[in-house]
């Protein structure tokens, strides 16, 4: 189940739908494109590595502790993503639900809550899905960029922005 949430490394141009130039196409499902390895996800699809971080989420609405762990940054989600146990352990409460389009294609609808959300010095708030108890925590890009940092696929880094953009 915790595949199941990766995308494809392509979408850190933003959201790039697979049909995007920057993307491999889905005919190299079966083999890597060159410089791609394998993620072995449900689709067989591939990324150029992956990255992750030590985030702690802590709920808006209740000072019943926080949940830390090492989430998956994925630039192809929009909203963050955790185990509804473990949010639902620190009190975040269901807002609304939303319909999300996972790694697959499918349409799924989830829950989601507000959280405070903490990692690598920075601090912001936003949406986290309610989501699987197996799932792997996923931080999503609302979240990095409201803080100015930008993934470098390059050399699978994260990076400060030097400044916010505000136009």
Not at 24 to 32: A, D, L, T
Not at 75 to 89: C, I, M, N, W, Y
């Amino acid at each position: 189940m915790k595949n199941f949430w990766r995308t494809r490394w392509c979408t850190a141009t933003r959201m790039a739908r697979p049909e995007s130039s920057t993307c491999p196409s889905r005919s190299h499902v079966g083999r890597p494109p060159s410089g791609f390895t394998e993620n072995r996800g449900i689709l067989g699809e591939y990324d150029m590595g992956l990255i992750h971080v030590t985030v702690t989420m802590k709920s808006l609405g209740s000072p019943s502790g926080t949940y830390e762990a090492d989430f998956l940054v994925d630039t192809g989600a929009t909203d963050s993503l955790a185990p509804a146990v473990e949010l639902r352990k620190i009190g975040v409460q269901p807002e609304g639900t939303m319909a999300y389009e996972l790694a697959n294609g499918t349409i799924q609808e989830y829950e989601f809550g507000l959280v405070k959300i903490a990692f690598m010095g920075e601090i912001t708030a936003g949406r986290v899905i309610l989501g699987p108890d197996d799932a792997e925590p996923l931080l999503g890009v609302t979240a990095l960029e409201s803080v100015g940092i930008t993934v470098d696929p390059a050399n699978r880094t994260l990076k400060r922005l030097p400044a916010l953009p505000l136009k």
